[in-house]
């Protein structure tokens, strides 16, 4: 792990890390769940609702 902040110490570094990897996976999930690609709708209005769902589930189930 690397930084260019010269006043963090090892522990301060790996907490950012670990923040960052728990945004990382989030981000995962919610793409997974989501899964526009397959979606057979495809106008932003009909989107919506299935991401908004995903993304309260996915807030819950963490």
């Keep these: 792990m690397i930084s260019n902040d010269v006043k963090l110490d090892k522990q301060s570094i790996e907490a950012i890390y670990q923040k960052q990897w728990q945004i990382e996976v989030f981000h995962k999930n919610i793409k997974l769940s989501i899964a526009l690609v397959e979606s057979p709708v495809k ?11 995903s993304l309260l589930a996915t807030v819950k189930l963490e």
């Design 43 to 53: 106008t932003k209005k009909t989107q919506s609702h299935p991401i908004f769902m």
